[in-house]
């Protein structure tokens, strides 16, 4: 089966919609492959450049990013290569923020804690403040 991954451009032209002409040919492609049967990924990497995108350069509050992050990656044309999809469902406005929640995720799956010296960040279970 074929496989392919989504760059953040092409998140970015979905979610926002501009240009137009960029976000119908995302979305066409994006359906031509659901219906080939060709796998779309979307890497942690890529949503998180995007969460950043959108709060930053759009000025997406960050409960409203990363709802639209949940609803996307949720599509049935779309497979979240990672955390992301996890982290974004149980994202609430909380101390510690989706970023750090989505580097810790990754971060466990290849070790046993995480260490930091931020204090908000060593909030969350398993990251121990130095």
């Known amino acids: 089966?074929?496989?392919v991954g989504l760059d953040t451009c092409v998140v970015l032209?979905?979610?926002?919609?501009?240009p137009t002409d960029q976000a119908k040919t995302a979305y066409s492609?994006?359906?031509a492959c659901y219906l080939r049967g060709i796998s779309v990924y979307v890497s942690d990497m890529v949503v998180l450049e995007t969460y950043h995108a959108l709060c930053h350069h759009y000025e997406v509050p960050t409960v409203k990013a990363t709802r639209v992050l949940s609803d996307f990656l949720s599509s049935v044309m779309i497979i979240p290569a990672g955390h992301a999809l996890t982290v974004a469902k149980e994202f609430k406005?909380?101390?510690?923020?989706?970023?750090d929640r989505l580097i810790r995720m990754d971060i466990l799956d290849h070790a046993d804690e995480v260490v930091s010296f931020d204090k908000k960040f060593s909030r969350l279970s398993d990251v121990t403040k130095l």
């Open 13 to 18: 032209r979905l979610l926002i919609g501009e």
């Open 1 to 3: 089966m074929r496989k």
């Open 29 to 31: 492609y994006i359906e």
């Open 93 to 99: 406005k909380t101390k510690t923020n989706f970023e």
